[in-house]
């Protein structure tokens, strides 16, 4: 079983930038594929990127070159750096690890707007 606890959202300009937090509970974090997706109102929860236990990254089209995603297993947390926010970036935003099964965060709400 593992417990993820969201942080950092918030409101923010745009051209702004956040840093969410995702910690994790267990002793065997490394070995999950961690992940951060979002859902705005009316839409599907879609993947923002993803950090496998060996580093391998994967991003959605609409924010590579913005958002950076980062883990560090010393601390069991995964980040997600999210620069030159947009207001099409406005969602909840979900941690996510994945390693046989999937479990998820409350979520924590980002909104972009001026």
């Known amino acids: 079983q593992v417990q993820l606890v969201e942080s950092g959202g918030g409101l923010v300009q745009p051209g702004g930038s956040l840093r969410l937090s995702c910690a994790a509970s267990?002793?065997?974090?490394?070995?999950?594929?961690m992940g951060w997706y979002r859902q705005a109102p009316g839409k599907q929860r879609e993947l923002v990127a993803r950090i496998t236990s060996g580093g391998s990254i994967r991003y959605a089209d609409s924010v590579k070159g913005r958002f950076t995603i980062s883990r560090d297993n010393a601390k069991n947390t995964v980040y997600l750096q999210m620069n030159s926010l947009k207001p099409e970036d406005t969602a909840v935003y979900y941690c996510n690890a994945y390693y046989s099964n999937d479990y998820w965060g409350q979520g924590t709400q980002v909104t972009v707007s001026s």
């Open positions: 267990g002793r065997i974090f490394s070995i999950y594929t």
